[in-house]
């Protein structure tokens, strides 16, 4: 009950400012391409950037997409450069902030762009040409790029200035958003109501099998009336159609971070672990499950490392010679950015990339049909 009463004006700043973008009173744009938001209620934790992969995966491979220029559009968490850049391979997290980067070192034939105005990144990705003439844009004025046929924005569902044509919002399975708090006493940034403008709701970090019955009850939950596990859709108080969907965490083996890694080191019984990540639970149940972690140092989410965080970890290796030093897939491009790595590091240091999966085939296809169907209507609607 306190926690409601101090977090009221909170509250209430989010209502009205929802009600000025709701009622015109701020002014709402939408982009002259197909746009799909991949975002969340909750700070941090939620996947959006395997999610934001899963889907690039699925548009590449699908015969409406796979020819045309898409793009990938963030905010760039933490970049110390300013206005639009395009990311580039061989750049820095200090230059555009970590899941930009690991995006376009995993689609190198997507552009993928930073600018925390979403409005006026979009434009530019659809009219490059005017690279040349933005001041914003400095730095890319002689970067080659084709006009974008189709934009995803990543975390950019808080971004009302920008409508985007598709929501895709996530929901930690662990951390329902009906029984959490905003902050700082909960991790919620936005109101749980605003699920309402979702098109389609993934339960993110499932158990690897949910029954029917356990599905239904989360639907109850988010508002969703009739919900059927097999169509996958229920509706919402206003009468409009919602799809529902649960995926699980997919780990891979530990892979190296630098070249001079020796793969021996991956089969150690013992393990270090580092992370800045919002949650490590599902991490270290996974790494447990082969290995012995002896240390583990949690920094903040989006942790930017210096050389004292990679001397405590040495210090570490010394007391544990035959461990195995393993951090996540999107600390390893922060880890990167740092000079003089100590060698007796890099031989020792990998990565575990992961994936997001449905819990079955069938909800992959569709979430896939209706992916694809609402691209195909966009010109229809616009």
């Known amino acids: 009950m306190l926690d409601r009463i101090i977090l009221a004006p909170y509250y209430l700043a989010l209502k009205f400012r929802h009600f000025c973008y709701d009622h015109g009173i701020r002014k709402v744009r939408t982009c002259e391409v197909p746009t799909i938001c991949v975002g969340n209620i909750t700070a941090g934790g939620t996947g959006k950037t395997p999610h934001t992969e899963m889907i690039l995966r699925t548009l590449l491979k699908s015969d409406d997409w796979a020819y045309e220029d898409i793009a990938v559009l963030s905010r760039g968490h933490r970049r110390s450069t300013r206005g639009f850049q395009i990311v580039k391979r061989e750049g820095s997290v200090r230059e555009y902030g970590d899941e930009p980067l690991q995006i376009k070192k995993k689609f190198p034939g997507v552009t993928v762009a930073v600018d925390r105005d979403r409005v006026k990144g979009c434009d530019l990705l659809c009219h490059p040409e ?21 934009i995803v924005l990543d975390d950019a569902f808080q971004y009302r200035a920008l409508r985007a044509y598709l929501n895709i919002i996530l929901v930690d399975y662990n951390r329902p958003v009906h029984k959490d708090h905003l902050l700082p006493f909960g991790r919620l940034r936005d109101l749980p109501e605003r699920l309402s403008e979702a098109d389609i709701i993934i339960v993110s970090k499932c ?33 409009k159609e919602k799809i529902l969907l649960f995926t699980t965490i997919w780990y891979i083996a530990l892979t190296p971070i630098f070249e001079e890694a020796d793969p021996r080191y991956a089969y150690s019984q013992k393990l270090i672990l580092f992370s800045g990540i919002a949650k490590d639970t599902p991490l270290r149940m996974y790494l447990s499950d082969e290995h012995k972690i002896i240390k583990r140092f949690r920094f903040e989410d989006h942790h930017k490392y210096t050389k004292a965080d990679i001397r405590a970890i040495l210090r570490a290796v010394k007391e544990h010679p035959t461990a195995v030093v393993a951090t996540t897939e999107k600390d390893c491009q922060r880890v990167l950015d740092l000079k003089d790595i100590p060698d007796e590091l890099k031989v020792r240091m990998f990565q575990v990339p992961i994936e997001v999966g449905f819990l079955s085939e069938h909800e992959k296809e569709v979430f896939e049909e209706a992916l694809l169907r609402a691209l195909r209507e966009f010109h229809k609607d616009y």
């Open 130 to 150: 005017k690279l040349k003439t933005e001041k914003r844009t400095r730095g890319c004025a002689d970067e080659q790029i084709a006009p974008a046929d189709l």
């Open 207 to 239: 158990p690897a099998y949910l029954e029917d019955e356990k599905k239904v009850q989360w639907a109850e939950a988010f508002g969703l009336a009739d919900f059927n596990p097999e169509t996958c859709r229920g509706t919402d108080k206003k009468g």
